[in-house]
C-alpha cells in the first residue's frame, strides 16, 4: 500500500492528477463502478468550491430514479440560461421515455456549458453492469473538449468467466486473470480506447477492498501501454491499495 496517507486518498490524489488551473473535462469509460466515480468524486469537488456538471455521452440512469446527489437537474436545453454557483453540482442530459434513461444533450451545448463549470464529468461509456468492457467501434464516445480520460475496471472480475463479467466480449471457456487484465489494458479495444497523449490518462482498478492480497500484487505488475497513471483502488473507501 502506499505509505503517503495524502496519497492513499483517491479523490485529492485525482484533483492533482486531472485538474489543471481549476478547469477539467473528464471522460470516464469502463465498467466497474463508472456512476460511483460521477457521483463520489463530483461530491469531493463540489466540496472543495468546484462547480461541476455531470453529463453522458452515450446513457446515463435517469435522475428520477437514482440520486446523483447534485443541487439541480436539467433535463432540456434551458440548462443554457443557468449559471452555477461556486460549490455546486449540476446534472445535465435528456429523457428518453421510452427506455427510462437520460440520453446524451447536445455535444455543442455541454461545449458552451464548460465554459462557465469549472469541471465537467462525462460518462462515456455503457457496460450494462458488468465489471468490465471491451469496445466497439462505436464506443466509447469521447468529446473533443475532453482534457482526461479516466478509465475504470472491476477486480471482482478476477477467476470468473470472460461471459459472465467482460461486455463486449463473447468467448466461452476464458477466466479472468492476470493475462486477461494484461489484455485488457494492452488492446485498443480495452481500457486504453479513447485516450490519446494529449489527454491526462488514469487507469482505475477498482475493488481493491474485496479482492485477495495476491490478487492486488498481481494487478500492480501490469504495465501500461500509453502515457498515464495506473491505481488499484476503492471508490466506496475513497483509497488508493497500490500505484501501478
Same mark, same amino acid.
Given at each position: 500500500m502506499?505509505?503517503?496517507?495524502?496519497a492513499e486518498?483517491?479523490? $485529492?490524489?485525482?484533483? /492533482?492528477?486531472?485538474?489543471e !488551473?481549476k478547469k477539467g473535462?473528464? +471522460?470516464?469509460?469502463?465498467?466497474?463502478?463508472?456512476?460511483?466515480?460521477?457521483?463520489?468524486f463530483?461530491s469531493y469537488?463540489?466540496?472543495?468550491?468546484y462547480s461541476?456538471l455531470?453529463?453522458?455521452?452515450?446513457?446515463?440512469a435517469?435522475p428520477y430514479?437514482f440520486n446523483?446527489?447534485?443541487d439541480?437537474?436539467f433535463l432540456?436545453p434551458?440548462?443554457i /440560461?443557468?449559471?452555477?454557483r461556486?460549490?455546486e453540482?449540476v446534472f445535465y442530459? %435528456?429523457? !428518453?421515455?421510452?427506455?427510462g434513461?437520460?440520453i446524451?444533450?447536445?455535444?455543442?451545448?455541454?461545449s458552451?456549458l464548460?465554459? *462557465?463549470?469549472d469541471?465537467?464529468?462525462v $460518462?462515456?461509456d455503457?457496460s450494462r %453492469?458488468?465489471?468490465?468492457?471491451?469496445?466497439?467501434? =462505436? !464506443?466509447?464516445?469521447?468529446w473533443?473538449?475532453t482534457t482526461s480520460?479516466v478509465s475504470?475496471?472491476?477486480l471482482?472480475?478476477?477467476g470468473k %468467466?470472460v $461471459?459472465?463479467?467482460v461486455f463486449?466480449?463473447?468467448r466461452t471457456?476464458i477466466y479472468v486473470d492476470?493475462?486477461?487484465?494484461?489484455?485488457?489494458s +494492452?488492446t485498443p479495444?480495452g481500457?486504453r480506447?479513447?485516450m490519446? *497523449?494529449?489527454t491526462k490518462?488514469?487507469?482505475l482498478?477498482?475493488?481493491? !477492498?474485496?479482492?485477495?492480497?495476491?490478487?492486488?500484487?498481481e494487478?500492480k505488475?501490469i504495465r501500461l501501454p500509453?502515457?498515464? =497513471?495506473?491505481?488499484?483502488?476503492?471508490?466506496?473507501?475513497?483509497?488508493i491499495?497500490e +500505484?501501478?
Open positions: 502506499i505509505k503517503s496517507g495524502m486518498k483517491l479523490w $485529492e490524489t485525482l484533483e /492533482s492528477i486531472l485538474i !488551473d473535462f473528464i +471522460s470516464v469509460t469502463g465498467g466497474g463502478g463508472k456512476t460511483t466515480f460521477l457521483v463520489s463530483s469537488l463540489k466540496n472543495k468550491g461541476v455531470i453529463t453522458t455521452s452515450t446513457k446515463l435517469s430514479s446523483y446527489n447534485t439541480r437537474v432540456s434551458q440548462i /440560461s443557468y449559471w452555477p461556486r460549490g453540482s442530459g %435528456r429523457y !428518453d421515455e421510452a427506455i434513461k437520460t446524451a444533450p447536445s455535444e455543442y451545448i455541454v458552451l464548460y465554459e *462557465r463549470y469541471v465537467v464529468i $460518462e462515456a455503457g %453492469r458488468l465489471p468490465l468492457k471491451i469496445h466497439t467501434e =462505436r !464506443d466509447p464516445v469521447i473533443p473538449p480520460v475504470i475496471a472491476g471482482w472480475a478476477y %468467466r $461471459e459472465d463479467t463486449g466480449d463473447d471457456g492476470k493475462s486477461y487484465f494484461d489484455y485488457l +494492452s479495444q481500457m480506447k479513447g490519446k *497523449r494529449d490518462n488514469v487507469f482498478f477498482n475493488g481493491g !477492498d474485496v479482492v485477495e492480497d495476491r490478487v492486488r500484487e494487478i505488475s500509453i502515457q498515464g =497513471r495506473g491505481f488499484i483502488v476503492s471508490l466506496n473507501e475513497d483509497k491499495y +500505484s501501478l
